[in-house]
């Protein structure tokens, strides 16, 4: 009896040990943003060992996870909601049931997860774009483009433009009941960085008529240059997305070449033709002062990486929104970035809001002081988060005033 005492302190003793993460202060509900970070870092441990032991590679395990939630296109008394496809690429189609007082709103919206990983059908984004639909009246377009490592860039970007290029055709639009000037691209994470690299595409696109209304980016990765800026040292273990994913998601998206990541963890890959677009990521002009802390700049070291081998989206700026010139970003439509205090990606939206406006572009700038990378998509369920409602409910404020 007593050496099973023993036995269940020591596992009890354990797990405790494991779930145990430090929290940042200021972040409300600690206990459960504690659980979820333990839950997605053993995901991730399951994902190496299945790796090592040659079963599956990391990525295709962190897959499976993300399949188990994925539910069905349900209709409500709100919203119909259909999977179809558009341009050929799958997506996920919510239609407002009301009656319509007129032409109504369109949200196009590429969700997150590294390039690599979930669902326009997962139970988080499935919820999130329905909240969209009905809260705006909107008709929203939620796009299952391929992912990596199967699919490399530029499939993730190809499929995004593909749907959003065609949708903006005027029969489809009137097929839809959308106004034509009220269309704008939206997206998280990976998805904000396709929504941005869309938006800056369009105005090249001779065959594209209709305009963008407004871009809406949530925590968006947007350059894969610089990987030690202040917010990816500092935030480096913080839930959800620690510097070892983020690099892990950029190399997966680039390469098949192991050597890529390696030399992204070590901040060694830039090519040595990047040197005149270090400049947009020199964080020491573009990021304000209370954000720098103690950090001094230092320029990432050209010459890590060959030219064009093993990184063919390093200096695309449809791959790295955040490189595009003053001219391609001059006269992209409004934007609305948030970024989060606790989050390795902050200053790339901080940067990139701070870009556009230097080339005349609208932008509101939502700073969360106590946020985190993910935080808008625990709307409800066992992991529910008042955090994730207030940052939809100033995103859905903002899409409300000017879509």
């Known amino acids: 009896m007593g050496n099973k005492l023993l036995c269940l302190g020591l596992l009890t003793a354990l797990l405790g040990y494991y779930i145990y993460s430090p929290i940042p202060e200021d972040v409300a509900q600690p206990g459960t943003v504690m659980l979820l970070s333990a839950l997605f870092r053993a995901q991730g441990h399951v994902s190496e060992v299945a790796e090592l ?26 919203v119909t909601v259909t999977d179809t496809e558009l341009s050929n690429v799958p997506v996920r189609l919510y239609l407002p049931r009301r009656a319509p007082g007129g032409l109504r709103r369109a949200v196009l919206f590429f969700h997150g997860g590294g390039w690599c990983l979930d669902d326009a059908g997962v139970h988080d984004y499935d919820h999130l ?10 008709v929203v377009v939620s796009v299952n483009y391929r992912l990596a490592p199967p699919h490399r860039f530029p499939a993730q970007f190809e499929d995004v433009y593909s749907v959003t290029k065609f949708f903006l055709q005027r029969q489809v639009l009137a097929q839809y009941g959308v106004d034509p000037a009220r269309v704008c691209v939206a997206g998280d994470s990976a998805g904000g960085n396709l929504a941005a690299a869309v938006a800056q595409q369009l105005p090249q696109d001779p065959e594209v008529k209709a305009k963008l209304k407004a871009q809406v980016l949530i925590y968006p990765a947007l350059q894969a240059l610089d990987l030690k800026l202040p917010s990816y040292l500092d935030n480096a273990e913080k839930p959800l ?35 005149p677009l270090l400049q947009f990521v020199n964080w020491s002009r573009w990021l304000p002062a209370d954000v720098r802390g103690a950090h001094r700049y230092s320029s990432p070291a050209a010459g890590g990486t060959e030219p064009g081998r093993g990184s063919p989206g390093l200096l695309d700026p449809r791959a790295a929104p955040l490189l595009g010139s003053e001219a391609r970003l001059r006269g992209l439509p409004p934007a ?4 989060c205090q606790h989050d390795v990606l902050r200053d790339d939206g901080l940067m990139y809001a701070a870009r556009l406006r230097a080339a005349g572009v609208p932008v509101t700038h939502h700073h969360a002081t106590d946020a985190f990378h993910g935080a808008m998509t625990f709307l409800d369920g066992p992991f529910e988060l008042r955090l994730a409602h207030r940052l939809l409910s100033t995103t859905l404020g903002w899409l409300r005033d000017n879509l």
């Open 53 to 78: 032991l040659g079963l599956a590679s990391y990525m295709e395990t962190l897959r499976l996870f993300t399949v188990f939630t994925l539910v069905p296109p349900t209709s409500d008394e709100n």
């Open 129 to 138: 774009t329905r909240r969209i639909s009905n809260e705006l009246d909107a």
């Open 241 to 275: 997305l620690s510097r070892t994913l983020m690099v892990r998601f950029w190399s997966e998206y680039f390469s098949a070449e192991p050597t890529l990541r390696e030399a992204m963890a070590s901040n060694a890959h830039i090519p040595a033709e990047a040197g």
């Open 336 to 339: 609305f970035v948030l970024t």
